[in-house]
């Protein structure tokens, strides 16, 4: 069992007392600068990643658009950069990424393997107007890390 949370623009409407607890629950938590900005807030401490570790989540992974993601565990942090593609809409490149990172995740993959995959689905998508179905393809993202001469392409 993996836990997953991702607490979306809306975290700080989340009572304290539960946003602290999914937080301690939570395997991986997803999210971008803003709501990293409002679980801090939300929880009274510092906006940071390792405040959320310290207080129970395994993993942070800090979404950063085009600039790419970071991973933060208790014992390190690493930076994973994006991909610049033509931004045509950005509704649906967080769930994008945190797809990604979830099948990444599941699937047993290395840390730099799964970042580079969400990085790459996000960069998809922001190509693209739209959420819904008009989600990235499996050929579109090795598409994407062929050009871009990641190895990955050719293991998808």
Not at 131 to 147: I, Q
Request: proline share 4%; charged share 30%.
């Amino acid at each position: 069992r993996h836990v997953f949370f991702d607490p979306s623009p809306i975290a700080d409407k989340i009572q304290k007392e539960k946003l602290i607890e999914a937080v301690k629950s939570t395997d991986t938590l997803i999210l971008n600068d803003r709501e990293m900005g409002l679980v801090a807030t939300a929880l009274g401490v510092e906006s940071e990643p390792a405040s959320l570790i310290r207080l129970g989540a395994k993993r942070v992974v800090l979404k950063r658009g085009s600039d790419g993601c970071s991973i933060h565990t208790s014992k390190e942090m690493r930076d994973y950069p994006g991909f610049k593609v033509k931004v045509v809409d950005t509704t649906g490149a967080g769930d994008s990424f945190d797809a990604a990172i979830v099948y990444g995740i599941l699937r047993g993959w290395n840390e730099a393997d799964t970042a580079t995959l969400a990085n790459a689905v996000g960069a998809v998508k922001v190509g693209k107007k739209a959420a819904g179905r008009n989600v990235p393809t499996l050929e579109e993202v090795k598409a994407l890390l062929a050009e871009h001469r990641k190895p990955l392409a050719a293991r998808l």
